[in-house]
C-alpha cells in the first residue's frame, strides 16, 4: 500500500539500490524539521503569509462574487461556473479555437495563445500602467500594487495556476509550443516570467534536469521524500528548501557538483536576466515599486508552489520510493477546480 512514508523507508531503500547519499550537501531541510530548517521555514512563513494570504483570499472571493456565491465560498462543488469564469472564459477560448489553432502545434493548445496574450501582453500593459501611476503620483499606492496582483493571478487564483502549469510544459518543450519558432517559443519562462517570479530557467533546466532525473529521490534539491508529508511542522521545516530551489541556488550547486558547468551557466545567467529586470524598474521608477511588484510575486511562488509539490509528491511506494507515478498524485474528477 502506498503512503506517507519519510525518511527511513527511502534510506533503506536508497542503501539497498547503492543511492549516494548526500542530502546534507545537496538542500537545506535534512535535519530534524525542529532544527535549522524548521527555524528558517517559520521565518519565511511569517513574512509572506500576511503578503499573499490576503491576495489569495481576494482571488477567490472575486471568483464565488462572481457565480453570486452559489454552492458557498468554496467547496461547494460550483466554482468556476460563473460569469467570467464559466461563461465569458470559455467563449473566448471557443470564439478563437479556430484562428489560434494555426498557430500552435498541436490545435488542442490553441488557448495558449490566449493565456500569452493575457499574461504576456495584458498583464505587462497593466504593470506598465501601474509604473506610470507610481512616477506621475510619487508614491506607491497599496490598494492600486493590492489590486494589480489580484487582477495578476485571477479569480480562484487561475491565471497563475494556468501561468505555472505552462511555463512548466514549456520548459519540457524543445522547441516550444508554436508553429513558427521565434522568441515567443519560450515567452512563458523567459517574458512572462518576469511578472510572476519566475527566475528564468528554473523549469527548462532546474527542473527538467534535476527534479525530473532524480524523480523526488535523495538527490532531487526538492524532494519532499526525507519527511513525512502529513505534518505541516515538515512543510514548514520544507520552505526554505523550495526557496533556495527558486532561487536556483540550489539546482546551480547540484549541477556544479556534478560537473555541468553548461547548465548551471545557463542558470546563472537567467538569475541574472531577473535581478536586472529587478534592479532596471527600481532605478526607472523606485526601489518600492521594484519590491512590491516585481519581488512580491515571487514571494507568491515559494509559498504557493511549495505546497503545490508538497502535496503532488505527497505519496511514495515503500517498495521502490522513486516510483514516479506513485510519486506524482493525480486527481480525476476531484472537487478542487485545479
Not at 130 to 135: D, E, M, R, V
Not at 310 to 333: C, K, Q, R
Request: glycine share 8%; net charge negative.
Amino acid at each position: 500500500m502506498f503512503g506517507l512514508v519519510g525518511v527511513s523507508e527511502h534510506l533503506r531503500w536508497a542503501a539497498a539500490n547503492h543511492t549516494f547519499l548526500i542530502f546534507n550537501r545537496i538542500t537545506p531541510c535534512s535535519s530534524y524539521p525542529l532544527g535549522n530548517s524548521f527555524v528558517s521555514g517559520v521565518a519565511i512563513l511569517g513574512i509572506l503569509a500576511p503578503l499573499v494570504g490576503p491576495v489569495v483570499f481576494a482571488s477567490v472571493l472575486w471568483e464565488a462574487v462572481d457565480r453570486g456565491f452559489r454552492g458557498g465560498f468554496v467547496g461547494g462543488g460550483k466554482e468556476l461556473s460563473g460569469f467570467l469564469m464559466g461563461r465569458v472564459a470559455p467563449w473566448v477560448n471557443c470564439a478563437t479555437h479556430e484562428f489560434n489553432a494555426r498557430l500552435v502545434k498541436h490545435p488542442a493548445d490553441s488557448f495558449m495563445v490566449n493565456c500569452l496574450l493575457a499574461q504576456g501582453v495584458v498583464i505587462p500593459v497593466v504593470f506598465a500602467a501601474c509604473a506610470h501611476w507610481t512616477l506621475r503620483s510619487g508614491v506607491l499606492s497599496p490598494a492600486l500594487c493590492f489590486a494589480y496582483h489580484v487582477l495578476r493571478i485571477g479569480p480562484y487564483f487561475m491565471q497563475f495556476a494556468y501561468y505555472y502549469t505552462l511555463c512548466h510544459k514549456e520548459g519540457h518543450t524543445v522547441r516550444g509550443f508554436f508553429a513558427v519558432d521565434g522568441p515567443w517559443d519560450f515567452a512563458f519562462n523567459w517574458w512572462c516570467a518576469l511578472f510572476f517570479g519566475v527566475m528564468p530557467a528554473a523549469f527548462a533546466f532546474g527542473h527538467v534536469h534535476n527534479h525530473h532525473k532524480y524523480d523526488n529521490g535523495p538527490m532531487d534539491v526538492v524532494s519532499t521524500s526525507d519527511k513525512p508529508r502529513d505534518s505541516l511542522v515538515n512543510w514548514v521545516a520544507y520552505l526554505p528548501r523550495w526557496a533556495l530551489y527558486s532561487l536556483n541556488v540550489s539546482s546551480i550547486a547540484s549541477f556544479l557538483r556534478e560537473g555541468q558547468y553548461a547548465i548551471a551557466v545557463k542558470m546563472v545567467a537567467g538569475c541574472i536576466y531577473w535581478w536586472g529586470w529587478f534592479g532596471l524598474v527600481g532605478a526607472a521608477v523606485s526601489p518600492a515599486f521594484a519590491l512590491g511588484y516585481v519581488l512580491y510575486p515571487f514571494a507568491e511562488n515559494v509559498l504557493l508552489l511549495s505546497c503545490v509539490n508538497w502535496s503532488w509528491h505527497a505519496f511514495l511506494d515503500p517498495a521502490e520510493p522513486e516510483d514516479e507515478y506513485v510519486a506524482s498524485l493525480t486527481l480525476l474528477d476531484g472537487d478542487a477546480p485545479l
